[in-house]
């Protein structure tokens, strides 16, 4: 008999630890549903999904967004070309010198006979 009531004893104990590593667990359960909401709510998922609802409005600033990439390539690529073009144009007339020397060297060698 003695091992019987040992028995329980110790099942009310287990149980007792059970409840409290349950509890313990609905707790950090509570703590990440609180966490996602948060997220969720920064990630604004709301606004996404009212958005979905509202095709023409999506349409809308999708349009507007790709207007305004288009503008920005255009600004991007007119500043890089110009950019380019002076560029050229400086390389021009550092060469330009160097082509007239040489062009000037080769005919007064062609003039000059070996003979």
């Known amino acids: 008999m003695s ?8 099942t009310s104990q287990q149980s007792t630890s059970d409840n409290l590593n349950s509890h313990d667990k ?3 359960l509570h703590t990440l549903t609180n966490r996602l909401a948060n997220e969720l709510e920064r990630s604004r998922i709301a606004q996404y999904t009212e958005l979905l609802n509202r095709p023409w409005k999506l349409i809308g600033l999708n349009l507007l967004s790709g207007a305004a990439r288009g503008v ?3 600004i991007g690529f007119t500043f890089l070309q110009q950019r380019s073009f002076t560029f050229c ?3 021009g007339r550092l060469i330009f010198p160097l082509l007239e020397t040489t062009s000037l060297i080769l005919c ?3 003039s000059v006979s070996l003979i």
Not at 3 to 10: I, L, V
């Open 3 to 10: 091992e019987h009531d040992k028995q329980p004893a110790s």
């Open 26 to 28: 609905i707790e950090e």
């Open 72 to 74: 920005g390539i255009a």
């Open 89 to 91: 144009s400086y390389l």
């Open 108 to 110: 007064a060698l062609s």
